[in-house]
């Protein structure tokens, strides 16, 4: 069975704070695909990252950075420099042996002035 | 622009009635699905179709019926045998042949019963 446990239930920081959100997974499948969205006040969720198995590279793009470590199953999320307009509820999504996409209970990031 | 439409998004329902949630999307995507999500619970599946005509339940599919009769539309019933339909439901849809690429999602429907 595939499980994602986002322990962090919700996050408050000041603008310019560096954040980071843990995502642990579980699955016996040797191939999977790692995902975050994010959920603004709106309701939709945005697609942020997909992560394969086989690729460790962590990855940067522009103030977001995800941290994939398969020896501790874990797929992290770092906002740097955080901004109001990053307040949202994200969630982590793994998807393994081609099956349904399954969700972490999310993290509530809340950015104050 | 493709993408998935949910209405209404705002819905009330009085105890006791059925009310349906309508998803449409225009991307071609084979599959589509629908996910409720509770305060502190994450998304949870209630019904997938990866296919006209054919669909399966997902891990709350209790009180809920879907149908796809057409591959662009997915609606979801919420019956009165749904003990808590109070919910946001959300809608996706993804390309058989890139669904590892993850869902594409609507903005959701908030269905209140009064």
């Not at chain 1, 962590?58 to 941290?67: A, D, K, M, Q, V």
């Not at chain 2, 990866?50 to 879907?66: H, L, M, R, T, W």
């Not at chain 2, 919420?78 to 993850?102: I, R």
Request: net charge neutral; hydrophobic share 30%; with cysteine.
């Amino acid at each position: 069975a595939q499980k994602v446990t986002q322990a962090q239930t919700e996050i408050s920081v000041v603008e310019k704070e560096d954040v980071t959100l843990d995502c642990v997974y579980e699955t016996r499948d040797t191939t999977y695909y790692l995902f975050w969205y994010k959920q603004p006040p709106s309701g939709e969720l945005v697609f942020l990252i997909r992560r394969n198995s086989f690729d460790e590279q962590n990855e940067i793009s522009g103030r977001y950075s995800w941290n994939f470590q398969k020896s501790t199953s874990s797929f992290n999320f770092t906002i740097t420099a955080s901004q109001v307009v990053d307040s949202a509820v994200y969630f982590c999504a793994l998807m393994a042996g081609f099956q349904k996409l399954v969700f972490g209970t999310g993290t509530r990031l809340l950015v104050s002035p | 622009d493709g993408g998935i439409t949910q209405s209404p998004k705002y819905l009330f329902r009085k105890e006791g009635q059925n009310v349906t949630l309508s998803c449409e999307q225009n991307l071609n995507h084979d599959a589509m699905y629908w996910y409720r999500q509770d305060p502190g619970q994450g998304l949870r599946l209630i019904y997938y179709s990866q296919i006209v005509n054919d669909f399966q339940k997902g891990d709350i599919a209790e009180g809920y019926s879907v149908s796809r009769e057409k591959k662009e539309s997915f609606p979801l019933t919420v019956t009165s045998a749904q003990k808590n339909p109070t919910a946001f439901y959300l809608c996706a849809s993804s390309s058989q042949m890139q669904g590892s690429y993850g869902y594409t999602f609507g903005s959701g429907t908030r269905l209140t019963v009064v």
